[in-house]
């Protein structure tokens, strides 16, 4: 397996912005290992009061944009609530990244492409290159066309400053068949994802920083990382944790899930947060209380 994108995200990319890995693990020291998700999910629209419509989602995300933006590490707004109001709503997601910058908050956007040659290049050139509408500090990925497949997105992250997190081992029962499963060597398919991760972040790790080429793990997969023999630690970037929260993750989970890899992951939560809105004031508490937790679990 070749070291894809490795090698230049230790320095300032072409762009001059600092590494992804190096601002998040900054921000993270700042503020706390907290992402906040953004997820108008309809029954939420519904319960701030708000239509589903474009309209409403604007509303919905910029409000909460005003409640947590500079206060938490990071945002990650799920593209697809947006892309289900078509064209309206993509621009909603455009003006919630513009935000984002706007208030100096890491977005972190969950659109978990994947694909081969030009097309996953094309991908790369709509999230993850300077100047682009939906640009953002990094974006979800999955490696199942094959961990090199993705070498777009990680070869143009590197160069912009950005960053990637690649789904390793998700949550949901049907992820276990792929993720779990093991080849003839007798590494599971998991195994193989943190090993390219690890490649790719090996001069970030030699250097001695927080790498920008992520993992996305369950924060509920509860043995699952020790049972595959995972080494989140060893792979070198942040740990994307959905899961956090209203899904049942605690701090017991979380340091029985992460264990030596505590403090490279970035908790997500998404409905813990903003089932206290819409008042921008509730929200803003709730995310204060959700970042302490976290903080209380990851970095004791």
């Not at 509303?59 to 206060?71: M, P, S, T």
């Not at 945002?75 to 100096?104: D, M, N, W, Y």
Request: aromatic share 4%; hydrophobic share 50%.
């Amino acid at each position: 397996m070749s070291a894809v994108g490795a090698g230049r995200d230790a320095e300032p990319g072409l762009s001059g912005r600092p590494p992804f890995g190096a601002r998040l693990a900054a921000v993270m020291d700042e503020r706390g290992p907290l992402c906040v998700g953004i997820d108008p999910h309809r029954e939420l629209l519904g319960a701030w009061g708000l239509g589903d419509d474009a309209a409403g989602l604007r509303d919905f995300c910029l409000r909460a944009v005003e409640a947590v933006g500079g206060r938490v590490a990071a945002v990650k707004p799920q593209s697809a609530f947006f892309e289900r109001h078509g064209a309206a709503g993509i621009a909603v997601l455009e003006q919630t990244l513009a935000a984002l910058r706007e208030c100096g908050t890491l977005s972190v956007l969950d659109v978990k492409r994947g694909d081969i040659g030009s097309t996953m290049a094309g991908y790369a050139q709509a999230y993850l290159v300077d100047g682009a509408p939906l640009a953002a500090d990094a974006i979800t990925v999955s490696p199942y066309l094959g961990y090199g497949s993705l070498a777009p997105a990680l070869d143009a992250a590197a160069a912009s400053g950005r960053g990637v997190f690649v789904l390793a081992l998700t949550s949901n029962p049907e992820g276990a068949g792929v993720q779990h499963a093991r080849g003839a060597n007798g590494r599971s398919v998991a195994a193989g994802v943190v090993e390219g991760v690890a490649a790719s972040n090996a001069a970030a790790r030699a250097a001695g920083v927080l790498g920008s080429v992520g993992l996305v793990v369950g924060a509920t997969t509860g043995g699952a990382v020790a049972g595959l023999g995972l080494d989140l630690r060893g792979a070198g970037g942040p740990v994307l944790a959905p899961g956090v929260g209203a899904q049942g993750a605690g701090a017991a989970e979380l340091e029985a899930v992460f264990g030596p890899a505590r403090r490279q992951v970035l908790a997500s939560t998404s409905r813990g947060v903003l089932r206290a809105g819409p008042d921008v004031g509730a929200l803003r508490a709730a995310a204060g209380a959700a970042s302490a937790r976290a903080a209380r679990a990851l970095r004791a």
